[in-house]
């Protein structure tokens, strides 16, 4: 189910994810429709995020649905609100495979050091009950864009 997971980081409700990459947007026009999305370069670790900038990351750990029957939901550390970071997660079905991507951006005053393993989300898993419809996931095995 999880790939390159730590034992430790695995809680009585959740398991801890911890950075991988991270990755700076470039600055355009961006049209949904079209499909014309912002243009990105991979940022060295450790980084230090400025007041209002935002960065898109990948976990460490990978999902490896083999099973196809849980569903994954993210949900921000409590540490990273604490210091004026906002996570941006999402909801993954059971078929996802890949690292996990999310966003970060500095919502504060101050400069923040984020580093390689630090864990800034949570997975939560729901077991689905019943059959399962499969479905194409855009994002599959760590697109970022």
Known sequence: MLKNIKKENIRPTSIDLRLNKI???SKTKVDL???ILPEYKELNLPYTLKPNEYVLAQTIEEITQKTKKYACLLSPRSRAFRVGLTIQTNFFGPYYEGPIT???KNISQNPIKITKELSLIQLVLFDIKGQTVPVKHDFQSG???
């Open 143 to 145: 697109r970022i864009l």
């Open 33 to 35: 429709e079209r499909n």
């Open 23 to 25: 990755f700076k947007l």
């Open 102 to 104: 999310f966003g970060i």
